[in-house]
Nanobody, 113 residues
């Protein structure tokens, strides 16, 4: 399985970014997918999850600001991030929440004040 996350960058507080993750080597449409993040000095945490039927769940600090979506035709899962805050700074990864694949490089999001 390969997970190619992209879309990170440097943004000011209050800004927005859209992350993408292209998945190959696994049956994308049958799986739930999730976005995770690891901030400096912290453990990796689950940020948002979308099931195979499109139900979503979010970590409390991102509710109302982040939105996870999926495009089964493109084997891609997205994370739209709005009203970004400094503490959202982290490397963001996507993965299968039920059977983790290799995490890959992730994509770095830096929010500056």
């Amino acid at each position: 399985v390969q997970l190619q996350a992209s879309g990170g960058g440097l943004v000011q507080v209050g800004g927005s970014l859209r992350l993408s993750c292209v998945v190959s080597g696994r049956n994308f449409g049958d799986n739930a997918w999730a976005w995770y993040r690891r901030a400096p000095g912290n453990q990796r945490e689950l940020v948002a999850l979308i099931t195979n039927i499109g139900s979503t769940t979010y970590e409390d600090s991102v509710k109302g600001r982040f939105a996870i979506s999926r495009d089964n035709a493109r084997n891609t899962v997205y994370l739209q991030m709005s009203n970004l805050r400094v503490y959202d700074t982290a490397v963001y990864y996507c993965n299968d929440p039920t059977e983790n694949a290799d995490w890959g490089q992730g994509t770095l999001v830096t929010v500056s004040s």
